[in-house]
């Protein structure tokens, strides 16, 4: 036990490159101590002794330490390798030996190991590169906060939202730089704050992603005032047109019967005929201001429609009641899900009313059908109602208030509609239908307010 211990410490004590040669001297001596002896008790000159022990034992020596050279050598290379790439040193490369042997395949791959590295930071500063101007360049602002909110990134236009340059931004919390309220809430949504010469409406978005292996949140400001003044500017110009063209179809045959009025009283007042003249006038002028008023009422009622009051609503018991009210054919109802949603009854009402009786209206141009029908997703609910019809001409102006293909419609139920739905969080969209004649109107909304899928806020991919 003792000599195992003492044999353990003396492992313990060699190093590596003392090791090596010692053991290459201990496996050599018994057949050097044998070659000296008989060379020794053997009939030579004791000058040929002498000179052929210097020589074994030279020669023993020599082979000894090319061995340690041959091992410790490429061992030692093999440290300078890992250590250079440890510390992110990728130029470095060894001699190869070839990858006929264990050792040479070693080098190799070691080098192999080193190029890939370096392959892959080339890959990466290319990359961050690449991401440092495309965050340089947007105009969106982008933040990113680490757990305890405080700032860890921000680009050139967050910079210029706060007003402030990188320097004195960077470890800021955002309750000190005004966007705390971006760290919590629904997202994506609009929002009217100041921050700096930020005034305006922005659109927040929201992500959360692991940066050195912690979790940060990602926020997105775009600045909405610009599209929002352009936007209005067209509407107000699509407002203006439409205005002066009802109008000036409701004066201009006033303003020429007015005018045939007035000779005709110049010329005959008392006649049958100037007063039969007189009450075709006046029918006239009174309808077309009565188009007029119902016109301007039609579009007041577009612009003043209410924000939704959310409360329960079964949309079985809804499907049912509205399909009731169309008396000129029967609605077929499809069994779907009992579901519950939070929405405005009185809103929906009028929506699913405008599309039935749209439906009504193409099947009974060619003698078909209509059918509901309701199905559940993760977070929404989808109705359908859809005519045999002969299914939409035109799609480009559906949603164009006051456009209408009927001849007595006003054009205002399908604009009223999607503006419900969207109120709501939900979408309208009208299509054909691909295998026959007939449309299908989609209404798409949310089971619960305020609750929506990740999967819905767009952002830029290749950042997240």
């Given at each position: 036990?003792r000599?195992?211990?003492?044999?353990?410490?003396?492992?313990?004590?060699?190093s590596?490159?003392?090791l090596?040669?010692?053991l290459a001297?201990?496996s050599?001596?018994?057949?050097?101590?044998?070659a000296l002896?008989?060379l020794?008790?053997g009939?030579?000159?004791?000058?040929?002794?002498?000179?052929?022990?210097?020589?074994?034992?030279?020669?023993?020596?020599?082979?000894v330490?090319m061995?340690?050279?041959?091992?410790?050598?490429?061992?030692?290379?093999?440290?300078?390798?890992?250590?250079?790439?440890?510390?992110g040193?990728?130029?470095?490369?060894?001699r190869?030996l070839?990858r006929?042997?264990?050792?040479?395949?070693?080098?190799?791959?070691v080098n192999?190991?080193?190029q890939?590295?370096h392959?892959?930071?080339?890959d990466?500063?290319?990359?961050?590169?690449?991401?440092t101007?495309?965050?340089?360049v947007?105009?969106?602002?982008?933040?990113?906060?680490d757990?305890?909110?405080?700032?860890?990134?921000?680009?050139?236009?967050?910079?210029s939202?706060?007003g402030?340059?990188?320097?004195?931004?960077?470890?800021?919390?955002?309750?000190?730089?005004?966007l705390a309220s971006c760290?919590?809430g629904?997202?994506?949504?609009?929002?009217d704050?100041?921050?700096?010469?930020?005034?305006?409406r922005?659109?927040?978005?929201?992500?959360?992603?692991?940066?050195?292996g912690r979790?940060?949140?990602?926020?997105?400001?775009?600045?909405?005032s610009?599209?929002?003044?352009?936007?209005?500017r067209?509407?107000?110009?699509?407002?203006?047109?439409?205005?002066?063209?009802e109008i000036?179809?409701?004066?201009?045959?006033?303003?020429?019967?007015?005018?045939?009025l007035?000779?005709?009283?110049?010329?005959?007042?008392?006649?049958?005929?100037a007063?039969?003249?007189?009450?075709?006038?006046?029918?006239v002028?009174?309808?077309?201001?009565?188009?007029?008023?119902?016109?301007?009422?039609?579009?007041?009622?577009?612009?003043?429609?209410?924000q939704p009051?959310?409360?329960?609503?079964?949309?079985a018991?809804?499907?049912?009641?509205?399909t009731?009210?169309?008396?000129?054919?029967p609605v077929v109802?499809?069994?779907g899900?009992?579901l519950?949603?939070?929405a405005?009854?009185?809103?929906?009402?009028?929506l699913?009313?405008?599309l039935?009786e749209?439906?009504?209206?193409?099947?009974?141009?060619t003698q078909?059908?209509v059918?509901?029908r309701?199905?559940?997703?993760?977070?929404?609910?989808?109705?359908?109602?859809?005519?045999?019809?002969?299914?939409?001409?035109?799609t480009?102006?559906?949603?164009?208030?006051?456009?209408?293909?009927?001849?007595?419609g006003?054009?205002?139920?399908?604009?009223?509609g999607r503006?419900?739905?969207?109120?709501?969080?939900?979408?309208?969209?009208?299509?054909?239908?691909?295998?026959?004649?007939?449309c299908?109107?989609?209404?798409?909304?949310?089971?619960?307010?305020?609750?929506?899928?990740?999967?819905l806020?767009?952002?830029?991919?290749?950042?997240?």
């Open positions: 036990m000599r195992q211990s003492v044999s353990k410490r003396l492992r313990r004590s060699l590596y490159q003392r090596i040669p010692s001297l201990a050599g001596l018994p057949a050097i101590v044998v002896v008989l020794w008790m009939d030579f000159a004791p000058r040929t002794q002498w000179t052929l022990s210097v020589v074994i034992v030279l020669f023993w020596v020599s082979l330490i061995l340690r050279e041959r091992l410790i050598r490429p061992l030692l290379a093999v440290s300078n390798m890992l250590e250079a790439l440890r510390e040193d990728y130029s470095l490369r060894t190869s070839g006929e042997d264990a050792l040479g395949l070693i080098l190799h791959e192999e190991l080193a890939t590295f392959d892959q930071r080339l990466a500063l290319e990359a961050s590169n690449l991401l101007r495309v965050l340089s947007i105009d969106v602002a982008l933040f990113s906060f757990e305890q909110d405080r700032l860890r990134l921000l680009n050139r236009a967050g910079e939202l706060l402030r340059p990188e320097a004195e931004l960077l470890g800021r919390s955002a309750e000190d730089l005004g760290l919590s629904v997202t994506p949504r609009v929002m704050f100041a921050i700096a010469e930020g005034f305006g922005w659109e927040l978005r929201r992500r959360t992603f692991r940066w050195e979790p940060h949140r990602l926020i997105v400001l775009a600045d909405l610009q599209v929002l003044r352009e936007e209005e067209v509407a107000w110009q699509r407002l203006i047109r439409v205005l002066s063209h000036n179809n409701s004066l201009t045959p006033i303003k020429s019967i007015t005018a045939s007035e000779r005709v009283l110049e010329r005959d007042a008392g006649s049958p005929e007063l039969d003249d007189l009450r075709d006038g006046l029918r002028i009174g309808g077309r201001s009565e188009a007029l008023g119902r016109f301007m009422s039609s579009y007041a009622r577009l612009a003043r429609l209410p009051e959310f409360t329960d609503l079964e949309v018991d809804w499907v049912a009641r509205i009731a009210l169309e008396a000129r054919l109802i499809e069994d899900p009992d519950t949603i939070q405005d009854g009185d809103q929906l009402d009028q699913l009313i405008n039935v749209n439906a009504t209206d193409a099947a009974l141009e078909g059908g059918r509901v309701w199905a559940e997703t993760d977070y929404f609910v989808e109705l359908e109602v859809e005519d045999d019809g002969p299914g939409l001409a035109q480009a102006n559906l949603f164009v208030p006051f456009f209408t293909t009927k001849p007595t006003s054009g205002i139920g399908l604009a009223l503006q419900i739905a969207e109120a709501h969080g939900g979408t309208l969209v009208l299509r054909n239908r691909p295998d026959v004649s007939g299908v109107a989609r209404v798409r909304l949310p089971k619960q307010q305020g609750d929506r899928p990740a999967s806020e767009a952002l830029p991919r290749a950042f997240l």
